[in-house]
């Protein structure tokens, strides 16, 4: 049963371009969240899905951020016009009894 | 707001040593979370404590949780190099819900 995948694992942009982060959780999980990692800190959440479905997005920043996890493919978290300081790892995580998260390799995202 | 404290953020150990790491957290959860992380990689999972007074080892690596003390304990037994990573302890308030995470221990076991 092949993990969390997440792609790409590293992405360069530039300042005012789009990046595309995509994750494809675990065969037969339905529960994804998005995590995001600045250098030297821990982990703080960004938004929850389910198929088809924002659950929670209270930890989205109102602009420029979005996601969605359609009934068919991975989910993306899309972040519009890139500043330098949406630089960090972006993780996703999903489960399937909404106990444990497993994490994804994480997409480390350089805004030049 | 749920908030989540870790002791010592920073903790270098000798080869050989006990040490133990805290983790704090703010509001009532009996649901807490240990992971380890290793420079650039991924997070891995420890242990998932889901009651009061659970307590799990796995190796040199034990976790227990205090649900009235809001405090969960990461203990380490005779370190060895390999244990040197980055540990993270997270809280979540109900199934399904997002995960807190504290700031992170990085450790350092020295030979």
């Known amino acids: 049963n092949a993990g969390v995948m997440q792609n790409p694992r590293h992405l360069v942009r530039r300042r005012g371009q789009e990046a595309r982060l995509r994750c494809s959780p675990m065969?037969?999980?339905?529960?994804v969240y998005w995590y995001r990692q600045l250098p030297e800190e821990g982990l703080k959440f960004m938004v929850y899905?389910?198929?088809?479905?924002?659950?929670?997005e209270s930890g989205m920043p109102k602009e420029r951020f979005s996601a969605e996890f359609p009934k068919e493919g991975p989910s993306i978290l899309r972040i519009q016009q890139v500043v330098r300081g949406d630089s960090a790892a972006y993780f996703c995580?999903?489960?399937?009894?909404?106990?444990?998260?497993?994490f994804g390799p994480g997409t480390r995202l350089t805004v030049t | 707001e749920l908030k989540v404290e870790q002791n010592p953020l920073f903790l270098s150990m000798q080869e050989g040593k006990n040490y133990t790491i805290y983790c704090n957290y703010s509001?009532?959860?009996?649901?807490l979370y240990w992971y380890r992380q290793d420079p650039g990689k991924s997070l891995e999972s420890l242990f998932v404590?889901?009651?009061?007074?659970a307590v799990k080892q796995e190796g040199r690596l034990m976790a227990s949780l205090d649900t009235k003390a809001r405090l969960s304990t990461l203990h380490i037994t005779a370190a060895v190099h390999d244990l040197s990573a980055t540990y993270f302890c997270?809280?979540?308030?109900?199934?399904?819900?997002?995960?807190?995470f504290g700031e992170g221990t990085q450790l350092t076991v020295n030979p």
């Open positions: 995580a999903s489960t399937s009894d909404r106990v444990e998260q497993y």
């Open positions: 065969k037969g999980h339905s529960h």
């Open positions: 899905l389910q198929k088809e479905n924002i659950i929670d």
């Open positions: 509001t009532t959860s009996d649901r």
């Open positions: 404590l889901l009651s009061n007074g």
């Open positions: 997270a809280v979540d308030m109900a199934s399904g819900s997002r995960l807190t």
